[in-house]
T-cell receptor
Framework: AQSVAQPEDQVNVAEGNPLTVKCTYS??????LFWYVQYPNRGLQFLLK??????LVKGSYGFEAEFNKSQTSFHLKKPSALVSDSALYFC????????FGAGTTVTVRA | DADVTQTPRNRITKTGKRIMLECSQT?????MYWYRQDPGLGLRLIYY???????NKGEISDGYSVSRQAQAKFSLSLESAIPNQTALYFC????????????????FGEGSRLTVL
């Protein structure tokens, strides 16, 4: 079965500092990997995806993710975090359905 | 208007009551899903449907049933609600995942928060 793991429940950073949210995956075959963000009292919003091609994927709101096959990781990054990036972030892997990690709460302090 | 609409957005009910959560979409997608979100557990798949005549159980289907009334409508029912079904429920839609084509990302509704007392 395909799965993802998010090793950190919470990430706290200061505004303007780099933000990294970690994700590792376990799949058979080629991975289809996604990041979603959930703001309070809202549904999940798609951020970016890796299917094939460049290992660095650029997405919405200045986020990017780096696919690393040897480390089976797909970490989400943002060079300079904003207070408005505070939210719950989910990594997911796709086969016939989307399987989600447990989520990482990001808090960006002013 | 939202592409994926869930009703009700909030519901408080009592143990043993029958509850229906409704989902409608205007994205024209064939595939629809119901997920449940619990703190620390992420989202878990309850049921999914690849077209009107295709209904499949997900990871946690016990205690739930679904109905796909049309391509655009997919309802989730709790026949006899219990307190551990208190959660945030999400409906989602997608196109199929195709090599070289659509990559199958999901589009989510705003969620239905259900509290069972």
């Amino acid at each position: 079965a395909q799965s993802v793991a998010q090793p950190e429940d919470q990430v706290n950073v200061a505004e303007g500092n780099p933000l990294t949210v970690k994700c590792t995956y376990s799949v058979s075959g080629n991975p289809y990997l996604f990041w979603y963000v959930q703001y309070p009292n809202r549904g999940l919003q798609f951020l970016l995806k890796y299917i094939t091609g460049d290992n660095l994927v650029k997405g919405s709101y200045g986020f990017e993710a780096e696919f690393n096959k040897s480390q089976t990781s797909f970490h989400l990054k943002k060079p300079s975090a904003l207070v408005s990036d505070s939210a719950l972030y989910f990594c997911a892997v796709r086969d016939y359905k989307l399987s989600f990690g447990a989520g990482t709460t990001v808090t960006v302090r002013a | 208007d939202a592409d994926v609409t869930q009703t009700p957005r909030n519901r408080i009910t009592k143990t043993g009551k029958r509850i229906m959560l409704e989902c409608s979409q205007t994205k024209g997608h064939d595939r629809m899903y119901w997920y449940r979100q619990d703190p620390g557990l992420g989202l878990r798949l309850i049921y999914y449907s690849f077209d009107v005549k295709d209904i499949n159980k997900g990871e946690i289907s016990d205690g739930y049933s679904v109905s796909r009334q049309a391509q655009a409508k997919f309802s989730l029912s709790l026949e006899s609600a219990i307190p551990n079904q208190t959660a945030l429920y999400f409906c989602a839609t997608s196109d199929p995942l195709r090599t070289g084509g659509n990559t199958g990302e999901l589009f989510f509704g705003e969620g239905s928060r259900l509290t069972v007392l």
